[in-house]
């Protein structure tokens, strides 16, 4: 068994900064990761990274923009403290070596995105996900923190109310350990595998979500999944970062004529107005980035230029791009505050895992990296702070030999028939018809009763394979289990919400209703099913 | 289209002996090779480890050799490597520990190399006056390097690390690249000492094959080259390969060729007696065979005082 005061969980942006944060506290950490940190989801975020830096730009300016992209699901309190310390950790990061595009005085350079009404996303070409994370993970090496690459959390250890630590196997040697810790962050990321098409990495699967649920931690805003308006849809579907559309490219129909869309529109209304078009008359819908200019397109997208010529077999200077709104980001995760603190003490969550009440029910675009490295920062010394405060409690002694169980459970029995990969890509199937931009509550029930048959199947799968090293079979296995859990989740919780609003459209509610659904959901496990209660928004 | 996979096998909870087994897959138009694994896992054979993340180019994750060349598994199509036939052989990285199949070492091919170079930058907190200011060609320069996706082509290239496995090999040398010519480092210099040391930047060949490979036109040949010059540059040059480089300038300027005899020993160095007793039975062998003439004269060649004028014309122009 190891011990630390502090074990993260997931090595993503959110992850490292908050491991960062907790070590320069002077908590003695440990991040655990199921792929190397520079793999994760993070390295895939394009467009920039949001910061009130300009002179015609204000805190206020900022919030005013979350709060409006967010419908009314915001909590003002954590926006206010978002927006105030937004700037400071990205001057961090320029401090830290981002190597931000800068402007002709040598600052750094801001462009247009998404439904900001200043141009605040800084941006290193079209990587700034990757830049950020790299700079992260260097800072991180640079404190010499313990790091457990390729190591998949199987379970949280609760003893009693209070998280002590969680059990991971180890993928390089096969073996199953126990971490104690005083708190647990978990930054595990989103969900979105669950939708096929979706935008996501293949482990970006709710695993801490899940985890966090079955142990009695909260979910909130679930049914707030963001779909992203520009997705080139075919194989594993490749996001092109709507950077461009600011830039000047165009949304065109098969004869390349202009769409009438707001291109300037917050991400959801984009998406259904690009979905609405196409299913009005315009059919397949393109991306024209020949107004743009060639020498543009290569010196700030050269990302995009490769890899829609890697994946999609296309010249992003010369031919249409086509493009159709795809399952992106949640809003929705585990119920926060603002320091990440959970409904179990102990337990902090941070980033697109968690929901703290920022995102509202839509998320502004160019504010992913900002909260993981905002909140990653808060999270990291909220969760230090309680590990130097809290008495140190015991690590459950039976909890690794009831893992191994569980384990040996999975790993032996008749092989079926059926497979994890069928059941997933059932799922993402159902996910993207029933619970995907548009929903109604006869396709929701759909929904919920296509899931449970689908968690049936899922229970009676055994791993095929009984080895214990890289077993991915095994760690799929778990990984399409957290998606079931939390499928459910959403459903019904888009199924509770009656009314439309951000993320969330409902073609038989189609109005926002302020009177009753000002309101977050708040999915809790009661009597081993989901319950779904409803929390004002505090403003 | 039905296409054999053939592909290495290694377990290491069973025998541990490296095999191969085929896999022949009806795989749709327009799949990729990462696409075929995942039905051969799914379909056929469950125990078939191989690594991916991003599934669309950006992580670098998935590098394998497809038909023996390196690639991504995730963006390379199988109809292009389908040509020659229906058939297509998958493996490791060459020159790598193999952990279970497709699964390689990655710690040991190129994340500690990395480490070695104390990869992260020295900088204060210090954000009160905001931003460092920084002209964008600086922050051009290092966006291209930082684009390094860490597929692990360039050192899979390399013709140095099949000979010497210690060499810490393009990847690790071009993010030192990054960390010497980040103006707003404080530690480069030391950044550079330790890459400028044994099986450093003096250990490239310049066969220039990691350019070649590199996917994203990083160039790390030629990362390396700048390194030496910012070496030469600082005065960070105490290696015996620098020695070699200064002490053949030398020569040729004062001679307008080269002195073997002298770049042997100054390359070695003067004091380095154990060396330089390397040397001896070279010298001996050579005087044997008659290649060195004796007494030990070193003269000028026809126009040296020519060859001179170019070489001050260009140290004046490089100052």
Redesign the interface.
């Known amino acids: 068994m190891q011990e630390f005061d502090v074990v993260v969980v997931g090595g993503g942006a959110s992850g490292l900064r908050a491991a960062i944060a907790a070590k320069r506290a002077g908590a003695s950490v440990a991040l655990l990761s199921k792929?190397?940190p520079?793999?994760?989801?993070s390295?895939?975020a394009q467009g920039g990274i949001n910061a009130p830096?300009g002179k015609d730009d204000s805190a206020e300016n900022f919030a005013n923009d979350i709060m409006a992209a967010g419908d009314g699901l915001c909590e003002r309190a954590v926006v206010q403290s978002f927006v105030e310390d937004a700037?400071?950790e990205?001057?961090?990061l320029?401090?830290?070596?981002v190597?931000?595009?800068?402007?002709k005085?040598?600052?750094?350079?801001r462009r247009p995105f998404g439904s900001n009404s200043r141009n605040r996303s800084c941006y290193?070409?079209d990587?700034t996900g990757?830049?950020v994370l790299?700079?992260l993970h260097?800072?991180f090496?640079?404190l010499g923190i313990p790091s457990f690459e390729e190591w998949f959390v199987t379970s949280l250890a609760v003893d009693g109310e209070a998280c002590v630590g969680v059990t991971a196997l180890g993928l390089?040697s096969?073996k199953l350990d126990a971490f104690a810790a005083r708190a647990v962050i978990l930054a595990t990321g989103g969900f979105t595998r669950m939708y096929a098409p979706s935008t996501v990495?293949?482990?970006t699967t709710g695993d801490g979500q899940a985890l966090a649920f079955q142990s009695g931690g909260h979910l909130m805003d679930m049914e707030m999944v963001q779909f992203h308006p520009t997705v080139f849809p075919?194989?594993?579907?490749?996001l092109i970062t709507e950077a461009i559309l600011a830039s000047g490219a165009q949304i065109v129909n098969q004869q390349g004529a202009p769409v009438q869309i707001d291109k300037s529109s917050p991400r959801g209304k984009l998406s259904l107005a690009i979905s609405g078009a196409a299913q009005n008359g315009d059919g397949s819908l393109f991306l024209d980035l020949k107004p743009i200019g060639k020498e543009k397109i290569l010196s700030s997208f050269?990302?995009t230029n490769?890899?829609v010529k890697?994946?999609a077999?296309l010249d992003s200077t010369k031919d249409l791009i086509p493009i159709r709104p795809v399952a992106h980001r949640p809003m929705g995760g585990i119920e926060t505050t603002a320091s990440g603190e959970t409904a179990i003490a102990g337990l902090f969550a941070v980033g697109e895992c968690a929901a703290n009440g920022l995102n509202g029910a839509g998320r502004l675009a160019g504010n992913t990296l900002t909260e993981s490295v905002v909140f990653g920062k808060k999270v990291g010394e909220a969760a230090a702070a309680y590990a130097k405060s809290s008495a140190k409690k015991n690590f459950p002694a039976a909890k690794l030999a009831d893992e191994e169980k569980k384990l040996d459970a999975l790993t032996s029995g008749n092989s079926a028939e059926d497979?994890?990969?069928?059941v997933h890509a059932e799922l993402g199937r159902l996910m993207n018809e029933k619970v995907g931009l548009v929903r109604d509550a006869g396709g929701l029930q759909e929904a919920l009763s296509g899931i449970k048959s689908l968690q049936q199947r899922h229970q009676k799968i055994k791993?095929?394979?009984g080895?214990?090293?890289?077993?991915?079979?095994l760690t799929t296995h778990f990984e399409v289990a957290s998606m079931l859990t939390l499928a459910d989740v959403v459903a019904r919780s888009a199924q509770a919400r009656s009314e439309s609003r951000g993320a969330h459209n409902r073609k038989d509610c189609p109005t926002t209703d302020n009177v009753n659904w000002k309101s977050h959901t708040i999915t809790k496990l009661a009597q081993g099913s989901a319950q779904i209660d409803k929390k004002p928004v505090a403003n | 289209m039905q296409v054999t996979f053939k592909v290495y096998r290694k377990d290491p909870e069973k025998d541990g002996k490296p095999g191969r087994s085929n896999y022949t897959v009806d795989v749709p138009d327009g799949a990729t090779v990462l696409e075929s694994l995942f039905k051969i896992r799914d379909e056929m054979d469950s125990s078939l480890a191989f690594r991916c993340s991003c599934l669309r180019g950006h992580c670098g994750d998935c590098m394998v050799r497809v038909n023996g060349s390196s690639r991504l598994t995730c963006t390379a199509k199988v109809s292009a490597y389908t040509q020659k036939g229906p058939e297509i052989s998958l493996d490791p990285l060459r020159n790598v520990p193999v952990i279970k199949d497709l699964v390689f070492d990655w710690d040991a091919f190129m994340w500690n190399k990395i480490s070695t170079v104390k990869p992260w930058l020295e900088a204060d907190d210090a954000t009160a006056n905001g931003e460092s200011i920084a002209a964008d060609a600086q922050m051009k320069d290092l966006r291209k390097v930082m684009s390094c996706y860490h597929c692990g082509m360039c050192d899979e290239g390399c013709t140095v690390l099949p000979v010497d496995f210690k060499f810490l090999g393009p990847a690790a040398l071009t993010k030192a690249y990054r960390f010497v010519f980040d103006p707003r480092n404080q530690h480069a210099k030391e950044q550079l000492k330790t890459v400028e040391g044994p099986k450093g930047i003096w250990d490239c060949v310049h066969c220039y094959e990691a350019d070649e490979h590199c996917p994203r036109g990083i160039e790390p040949t030629k990362r390396i080259v700048a390194l030496r010059d910012e070496a030469f540059r600082v005065g960070i040059n105490n290696e015996k390969v620098a020695r070699h480089h200064k002490s053949f300038a030398a020569s040729v300027k004062e001679s307008g060729w080269l002195d073997e005899g002298r770049l042997a020993i100054e390359s070695e160095g003067l004091t380095n007696v154990s060396g330089l007793m390397k040397l001896l039975p070279t010298a001996a062998k050579a005087l044997v065979r008659g290649k060195a003439p004796l007494p030990y004269m070193h003269a000028k060649r026809p126009g040296a005082e020519q060859i001179k004028k170019i070489i001050e014309k260009g140290e004046a122009e490089n100052k």
């Open positions: 792929s190397h520079l793999r994760s989801n390295a895939i830096l700037a400071k990205v001057f961090w320029e401090h830290m070596g190597p931000f595009n800068r402007d005085d040598g600052r750094i350079d290193a070409d990587r990757h830049m790299t700079v260097e800072q090496q640079r390089k096969g990495s293949i482990g075919k194989g594993q579907g490749l050269p990302q490769e890899l890697s994946v077999g497979s994890l990969a069928k791993v095929r394979n080895g214990r090293i890289y077993n991915y079979e």
